[in-house]
């Protein structure tokens, strides 16, 4: 390429007087204007862009989650096994992004991590709002938000609807599947508990797949969905346990042990169960 190449004279619009441009409409100047690290440590930029690229993701997750649990309860899959693939990247993506993350020793960590206080991911309400979402639901996770009426609203919003995993047994049931007091209850706040009638619908599902294509291949997005967010579990407690070994959470809690038991969560029980039934 010479040297005196100039994309204006293909047409590259070059003028933006007056007009929006690319940092405009992305609002550029607001995003990367939101990076004031508290110390002098090299590695502090770093962990702001790490989590704010995350809580970016989540921002998208939440909106694919979103739309596919309204496109379920509506009957129409096909929206929503797209959107559940969508949301299975997402966290693929974000599962590379540890890699990053991993390159601080935990040497860099200590040069800064004073200057966090008490904040932790561990009051990330975006993340919160996807686990509830999703179906995993302890409302004692609402605590550190009390003070924001603002996010308060939007958690308690979503736990007073059905979950995603809600609305695929809905789905089951409106299949003619007996889910027994599954499909309309008049709380949908708490964690539901595995239930051998839901066992049993999958079970059926899961034997007959030609039959019940669409409800199979649900299944297997939500389970798809499930596996991409417990590598991501996975991954942080290793990076967590890479970087301050036993130490407790900035946020309080016991830090990599409270992470540990984090991994037991199970976001759709009879949708893991039943491969052992079968
Ligand atoms: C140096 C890197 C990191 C360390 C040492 C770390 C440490 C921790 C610890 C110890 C906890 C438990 C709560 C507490 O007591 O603080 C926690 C929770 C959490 N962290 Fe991190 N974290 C790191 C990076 C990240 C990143 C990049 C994200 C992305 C948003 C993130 C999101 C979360 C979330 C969502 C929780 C709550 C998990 C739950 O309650 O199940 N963390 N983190």
Request: glycine share 6%.
């Amino acid at each position: 390429m010479s040297k005196s190449y100039d994309p204006s004279k293909e047409g590259a619009q070059m003028s933006f007087e007056g007009r929006m441009s690319y940092s405009d409409y992305l609002m550029l100047e607001k995003v990367l204007d939101a990076q004031e690290p508290l110390s002098k440590a090299h590695d502090e930029m770093l962990f702001i862009i790490q989590h704010q690229t995350s809580e970016l993701w989540m921002k998208l997750a939440l909106h694919e989650i979103n739309a596919a649990v309204r496109s379920i309860r509506d009957d129409r899959l096909e929206p929503a096994f797209k959107m559940l693939t969508r949301v299975a990247r997402i966290f693929e993506q974000l599962n590379s992004a540890w890699d990053v993350l991993r390159t601080m020793t935990p040497s860099e960590y200590t040069t800064f991590r004073e200057s966090l206080g008490q904040s932790s991911g561990f009051q990330s309400w975006q993340y919160r709002a996807i686990e509830f979402l999703a179906g995993n639901r302890n409302v004692a996770m609402l605590g550190p938000h009390a003070h924001r009426p603002d996010i308060m609203e939007k958690l308690e919003a979503i736990l007073a609807a059905p979950s995603l995993y809600d609305e695929a047994i809905r789905l089951l049931s409106r299949n003619g599947f007996d889910v027994g007091a599954e499909a309309d209850k008049s709380d949908w706040r708490e964690t539901r508990t595995a239930s051998e009638k839901v066992f049993a619908a999958w079970q059926i599902v899961y034997r007959d797949p030609e039959r019940y294509w669409m409800l199979y291949e649900l299944a297997e997005k939500l389970v798809d969905f499930e596996d991409y967010f417990r590598r991501w579990r996975f991954n942080h407690v290793t990076t967590v346990e890479r970087i301050i070994g036993m130490k407790r959470g900035t946020g309080g809690t016991s830090g990599a042990s409270y992470l540990k038991k984090m991994l037991e969560v199970e976001l759709f029980p009879e949708l893991w169960h039943v491969r052992t039934g079968l």
